[in-house]
């Protein structure tokens, strides 16, 4: 009962139906379960009100309770409560076409006074609640900002009208569709204003109350979201990269006209094949030929000058003629200069893509935008095999690739990234290699120490302390002239370490000379001879990739928990160990497997201080316990090693073999497969975008859906082969943020916060914009006299404004009389497409004598419906 006279739940925001109609926070409501039972019949209608009201009568429940009725499109309700003394009936018309004569308040109040039926002939008064509802659909005026990209202006340095590596973002069309002006008086007595078929007092711009609620288009277009889902389509395609540009792109020339007849004397023929035809190079560049041959330049996916401008961004180094500038640009962009550590940088750690400022990075984004404006699925696949084909040519040039961070691949990116940085490893230990013949064969002036030809090792991993005194990597060698990779002859050797000789006093000693040197060890002696110990120079160890890692794992597990199998899983993970002690017997001949273990793993040396039989403090050092363990593998790998300097040694690391492997595997990457790599790094640019737009409007609540578009991505993306339905969920949140700023774009445009120069005014005008993106109504501050109102108020006063028609302030200074001012500025507004009203009395019924009880109705009438809902009490005692 105190529902049906409360005025604060006259206009909710959200809610539902029945607590709109009727004001009421607590009902039951009885629907039919489907659409074909729904109760038309009024016979059904009147009897299930009568079992209602029985059932009500029996338990004693005093919420209101509702029964839908006719189909659920038309939202109709009956419904009954009761309580001590009092039954309340709901009841409800709803018809599509309104009589004239309930258009205005007028012919309501006559409905509502004949339906209560007061007895009392000076009737109580009835109290008013109106709400006009003005809907603003025309934003003509205001030209939507975001520009459609140019897809045109890539060969200018820019695609889809942006700089290279950096995604497009917001919508390219507006996101508010329309603005809804609810203009309120939420108390009115009778009599207080007129509204008639003639004449109305109902005017917006005195209306005590404003609220606005902004309709949101429909999945608008927006850029960042398109680009994401058409890269995403990608990772569903099936052929390769040959069906897609076709297979007779690598046919022989000639072999469409070959006489198939000739095969076999073809093959028995001795051919005399030249060498040079049978390099890699020549058959690459033969096979580019051959592919714009069959296939013209109108046919191509990618234009050249597409095609060229994006090469020269992904590699900047290529533009460069000498040489010497190219290797430098190389080396610097391999990741010399440490990146900035910041969180956004450390992202691809979460999202296990690649840095943003890596070739893997700039190569997801240049694919990801050739996808959506240059030819789809076929530009895509027509950029990767350029791709490939750089990388073949850079690696049998001997070029490092730029945008890649040095040393082994991190396990912490995305595996094509790893592949890559796995093709740089192979490239520089072939460089390496490469520059050390070249200075063998030139004449150098001979060094106290003798040169390899292999990098220094890095075992940090077993010991910290071998990480000081390790030998020099091969690459800070590469332009010294102590460096070189053949085997010098004994008389040139002989000249570089002569002086050490003449110390030897093991038999060893006479017959090897020292070999494979880097640099004194400074500190340590060999135990024995007691000459000083050198550290060797030794091979690195092969660096590995996530999915080579995981091979060996399998490999060592499938040898089982035998002996057998333990003792030889042991010996596969020593070849790096045998490696550095053949090496260290080569540069210190005569040397013990102590010596090894003092420089190797000092921790395994233990030192003593003892008293010998003259009474002085010595130093005695043996082995630790696991070193003692019998069938030891660093006691069999000491036995088994042979004094053999690193130059001398088969490669842990073929980078030729691994190279080649690399290669094969970029090569056989079907689009949908490359897609799947590169999608953390397109997720990880969206995010990245998003952030730094977010950066500029400063949307509180956009900030919590992007750290919860981070934690989603870092748990989803952590896996090899995430599920579509996963990356979809993160793809719609992305674009859900996009959307959202796009909408607070637009309502800034719309309101002219960048425009207002009072400064708390521009605040003011920032929080409402905030609230409109955030609720899903918001009271205006000051109704249509405030800052936010008066603009409103020129929104709709522009969109009625009509061409050649001076401004409605002009005719306004004109007119005299404050009726013709009036009618004025309702001219402003169009035609209320809501109007609500809300009656109220309380009043005895049915009978004079009865108690006064609330009576209540509520009127909607829009362009095409109208609704009465009526909640008439009556004592059911005094009646």
């Given at each position: 009962m105190q529902d049906l006279l409360c005025m604060n739940n006259d206009f909710p925001p959200r809610a539902h139906c029945l607590v709109r109609w009727y004001g009421l926070r607590e009902f039951v409501v009885i629907a039919p379960a489907a659409n074909n039972d729904a109760v038309i019949s009024e016979s059904k209608c009147n009897l299930l009100l009568s079992s209602i009201s029985i059932a009500l009568g029996n338990t004693g429940c005093q919420v209101p309770l509702f029964v839908q009725i006719h189909h659920k499109w038309r939202r109709m309700y009956v419904g009954e409560c009761q309580g001590p003394g009092v039954r309340t009936d709901f009841e409800m018309v709803h018809l599509r076409k309104v009589p004239s004569q309930y258009t205005h308040l007028a012919g309501l109040l006559d409905i509502f006074k004949?339906?209560?039926?007061?007895?009392?002939?000076?009737?109580?008064?009835?109290?008013?609640?109106?709400?006009?509802?003005?809907?603003?659909?025309?934003?003509?005026?205001?030209?939507?900002?975001?520009?459609?990209?140019?897809?045109?202006?890539?060969?200018?340095?820019?695609?889809?009208?942006?700089?290279?590596?950096?995604?497009?973002?917001?919508?390219?069309?507006?996101?508010?569709?329309?603005?809804?002006?609810?203009?309120?008086?939420?108390?009115?007595?009778?009599?207080?204003?007129?509204?008639?078929?003639?004449?109305?007092?109902?005017?917006?711009?005195?209306?005590?109350?404003?609220?606005?609620?902004?309709r949101k288009a429909d999945n608008p277009q927006c850029l960042l979201g398109d680009f994401l889902t058409e890269f995403f389509k990608l990772c569903r395609r099936k052929e390769s990269t040959d069906e897609i540009l076709g297979r007779s792109a690598f046919d022989e020339e000639g072999k469409e006209v070959a006489d198939i007849t000739h095969a076999l004397s073809k093959l028995t023929e001795p051919a005399p094949v030249p060498i040079p035809k049978l390099s890699v190079t020549n058959m690459v560049h033969s096979a580019k030929k051959k592919i714009r041959k069959h296939r013209g330049v109108d046919e191509s996916p990618l234009n050249n000058d597409v095609l060229n401008t994006i090469l020269l961004f992904l590699f900047p180094d290529a533009a460069d003629k000498l040489a010497d500038v190219f290797e430098n640009r190389a080396s610097t962009s391999a990741g010399n200069n440490p990146p900035p550590e910041t969180e956004d940088y450390n992202l691809f750690s979460q999202f296990k893509s690649a840095p943003s400022d890596s070739l893997t990075y700039k190569l997801a984004l240049c694919l990801c935008m050739i996808n959506f404006y240059h030819g789809g699925v076929k530009g895509v696949a027509h950029l990767w095999q350029e791709f490939v084909l750089e990388m073949r040519y850079r690696w049998e040039n001997n070029y490092l690739i730029p945008g890649l961070a040095n040393g082994?691949?991190?396990?912490?990116?995305?595996?094509?990234?790893?592949?890559?940085?796995?093709?740089?490893?192979?490239?520089?230990?072939?460089?390496?290699?490469?520059?050390?013949?070249?200075?063998?064969?030139?004449?150098?002036?001979?060094?106290?120490?003798?040169?390899?030809?292999?990098?220094?090792?890095?075992?940090?991993?077993?010991?910290?302390?071998?990480?000081?005194?390790?030998?020099?990597?091969?690459?800070?060698?590469?332009?010294?002239?102590?460096?070189?990779?053949?085997?010098?002859?004994?008389?040139?050797?002989?000249?570089?370490?002569?002086?050490?000789?003449?110390?030897?006093?093991?038999?060893?000693?006479?017959?090897?000379?020292?070999?494979?040197?880097?640099?004194?060890?400074?500190?340590?002696?060999?135990?024995?001879?007691?000459?000083?110990?050198?550290?060797?120079?030794?091979?690195?160890?092969?660096?590995?990739?996530?999915?080579?890692?995981?091979?060996?794992?399998?490999?060592?597990?499938?040898?089982?928990?035998?002996?057998?199998?333990?003792?030889?899983?042991?010996?596969?993970?020593?070849?790096?160990?045998?490696?550095?002690?053949?090496?260290?017997?080569?540069?210190?001949?005569?040397?013990?497997?102590?010596?090894?273990?003092?420089?190797?793993?000092?921790r395994d040396y233990i030192e003593e201080e003892v008293i010998d039989e003259k009474g002085n403090k010595v130093i005695r050092g043996e082995l630790s316990a696991r070193m003692k363990i019998p069938s030891n593998m660093w006691v069999e790998a000491w036995e088994t090693a042979k004094p053999v300097p690193a130059r001398r040694q088969k490669r842990l690391f073929d980078d030729t073999r691994e190279a080649e492997k690399v290669l094969h595997y970029l090569a056989v990457q079907k689009p949908a497969d490359l897609a799947r790599h590169l999608l953390p790094c397109i997720i990880h640019a969206a995010v990245l975008k998003v952030k730094e737009e977010e950066a500029v409007e400063d949307i509180s609540s956009?900030?919590?859906?992007?750290?919860?578009?981070?934690?989603?991505?870092?748990?989803?993306?952590?896996?090899?082969?995430?599920?579509?339905?996963?990356?979809?969920?993160?793809?719609?949140?992305?674009?859900?943020?996009?959307?959202?700023?796009?909408?607070?774009?637009?309502?800034?445009a719309k309101f002219g916060v960048e425009k207002c120069e009072n400064e708390e005014e521009k605040e003011d005008l920032q929080r409402f914009v905030n609230s409109l993106l955030e609720q899903p109504e918001v009271s205006v501050v000051g109704a249509g006299r405030g800052p936010a109102g008066s603009i409103i108020h020129k929104l709709?006063?522009?969109?009625?404004?009509?061409?050649?028609?001076?401004?409605?302030?002009?005719?306004?200074?004109?007119?005299?009389?404050?009726?013709?001012?009036?009618?004025?500025?309702?001219?402003?507004?169009?035609?209320?497409?809501?109007?609500?009203?809300?009656?109220?009395?309380?009043?005895?019924?049915?009978?004079p004598y009865s108690k006064a009880l609330p009576q209540r109705m509520y009127s909607v009438l829009t362009r095409e419906d109208f609704r009465l809902a009526g909640a008439f009490s009556a004592d059911t005692t005094f009646f």
């Amino acid at each position: 009962m105190q529902d049906l006279l409360c005025m604060n739940n006259d206009f909710p925001p959200r809610a539902h139906c029945l607590v709109r109609w009727y004001g009421l926070r607590e009902f039951v409501v009885i629907a039919p379960a489907a659409n074909n039972d729904a109760v038309i019949s009024e016979s059904k209608c009147n009897l299930l009100l009568s079992s209602i009201s029985i059932a009500l009568g029996n338990t004693g429940c005093q919420v209101p309770l509702f029964v839908q009725i006719h189909h659920k499109w038309r939202r109709m309700y009956v419904g009954e409560c009761q309580g001590p003394g009092v039954r309340t009936d709901f009841e409800m018309v709803h018809l599509r076409k309104v009589p004239s004569q309930y258009t205005h308040l007028a012919g309501l109040l006559d409905i509502f006074k004949t339906k209560i039926g007061c007895p009392l002939t000076p009737l109580p008064p009835v109290s008013m609640a109106i709400r006009l509802t003005f809907v603003l659909q025309d934003w003509q005026q205001y030209f939507w900002p975001q520009q459609p990209p140019d897809i045109d202006a890539l060969v200018g340095g820019e695609v889809g009208g942006l700089e290279f590596g950096k995604l497009p973002f917001g919508a390219c069309e507006d996101p508010i569709s329309e603005l809804h002006l609810a203009t309120t008086w939420p108390h009115l007595a009778e009599g207080i204003i007129v509204d008639n078929d003639v004449y109305s007092d109902l005017d917006p711009l005195q209306a005590p109350q404003w609220s606005v609620r902004v309709r949101k288009a429909d999945n608008p277009q927006c850029l960042l979201g398109d680009f994401l889902t058409e890269f995403f389509k990608l990772c569903r395609r099936k052929e390769s990269t040959d069906e897609i540009l076709g297979r007779s792109a690598f046919d022989e020339e000639g072999k469409e006209v070959a006489d198939i007849t000739h095969a076999l004397s073809k093959l028995t023929e001795p051919a005399p094949v030249p060498i040079p035809k049978l390099s890699v190079t020549n058959m690459v560049h033969s096979a580019k030929k051959k592919i714009r041959k069959h296939r013209g330049v109108d046919e191509s996916p990618l234009n050249n000058d597409v095609l060229n401008t994006i090469l020269l961004f992904l590699f900047p180094d290529a533009a460069d003629k000498l040489a010497d500038v190219f290797e430098n640009r190389a080396s610097t962009s391999a990741g010399n200069n440490p990146p900035p550590e910041t969180e956004d940088y450390n992202l691809f750690s979460q999202f296990k893509s690649a840095p943003s400022d890596s070739l893997t990075y700039k190569l997801a984004l240049c694919l990801c935008m050739i996808n959506f404006y240059h030819g789809g699925v076929k530009g895509v696949a027509h950029l990767w095999q350029e791709f490939v084909l750089e990388m073949r040519y850079r690696w049998e040039n001997n070029y490092l690739i730029p945008g890649l961070a040095n040393g082994s691949p991190d396990l912490r990116c995305c595996l094509l990234h790893q592949k890559l940085q796995m093709l740089n490893c192979c490239i520089e230990r072939k460089k390496a290699r490469d520059e050390g013949k070249r200075g063998s064969m030139s004449d150098r002036s001979p060094g106290g120490a003798s040169g390899d030809g292999a990098k220094g090792g890095d075992h940090s991993g077993d010991n910290p302390d071998k990480e000081k005194e390790f030998g020099k990597s091969w690459e800070s060698w590469s332009d010294s002239e102590e460096e070189f990779f053949e085997c010098l002859s004994d008389t040139e050797d002989l000249k570089g370490n002569g002086q050490e000789n003449g110390k030897k006093g093991a038999k060893e000693s006479v017959n090897l000379k020292p070999e494979g040197r880097l640099h004194p060890h400074g500190k340590l002696m060999l135990l024995h001879p007691g000459e000083p110990l050198y550290v060797p120079i030794t091979q690195e160890p092969a660096p590995m990739t996530e999915d080579l890692l995981e091979e060996q794992s399998e490999v060592l597990a499938k040898l089982g928990t035998s002996a057998e199998g333990a003792h030889l899983r042991a010996r596969m993970q020593s070849a790096c160990l045998l490696s550095d002690m053949e090496s260290f017997k080569a540069a210190n001949p005569g040397c013990c497997l102590e010596d090894f273990v003092r420089w190797y793993s000092p921790r395994d040396y233990i030192e003593e201080e003892v008293i010998d039989e003259k009474g002085n403090k010595v130093i005695r050092g043996e082995l630790s316990a696991r070193m003692k363990i019998p069938s030891n593998m660093w006691v069999e790998a000491w036995e088994t090693a042979k004094p053999v300097p690193a130059r001398r040694q088969k490669r842990l690391f073929d980078d030729t073999r691994e190279a080649e492997k690399v290669l094969h595997y970029l090569a056989v990457q079907k689009p949908a497969d490359l897609a799947r790599h590169l999608l953390p790094c397109i997720i990880h640019a969206a995010v990245l975008k998003v952030k730094e737009e977010e950066a500029v409007e400063d949307i509180s609540s956009v900030k919590k859906i992007i750290k919860q578009i981070i934690s989603h991505s870092s748990k989803v993306l952590r896996f090899p082969s995430p599920e579509d339905k996963k990356l979809e969920e993160i793809i719609a949140q992305i674009m859900s943020v996009e959307a959202i700023i796009a909408r607070a774009r637009s309502l800034k445009a719309k309101f002219g916060v960048e425009k207002c120069e009072n400064e708390e005014e521009k605040e003011d005008l920032q929080r409402f914009v905030n609230s409109l993106l955030e609720q899903p109504e918001v009271s205006v501050v000051g109704a249509g006299r405030g800052p936010a109102g008066s603009i409103i108020h020129k929104l709709f006063v522009n969109a009625q404004r009509v061409p050649g028609v001076p401004p409605p302030e002009e005719e306004l200074r004109r007119s005299g009389s404050q009726e013709e001012r009036r009618q004025g500025v309702q001219s402003e507004f169009p035609p209320p497409a809501g109007r609500e009203v809300i009656l109220r009395a309380s009043l005895p019924r049915p009978a004079p004598y009865s108690k006064a009880l609330p009576q209540r109705m509520y009127s909607v009438l829009t362009r095409e419906d109208f609704r009465l809902a009526g909640a008439f009490s009556a004592d059911t005692t005094f009646f």
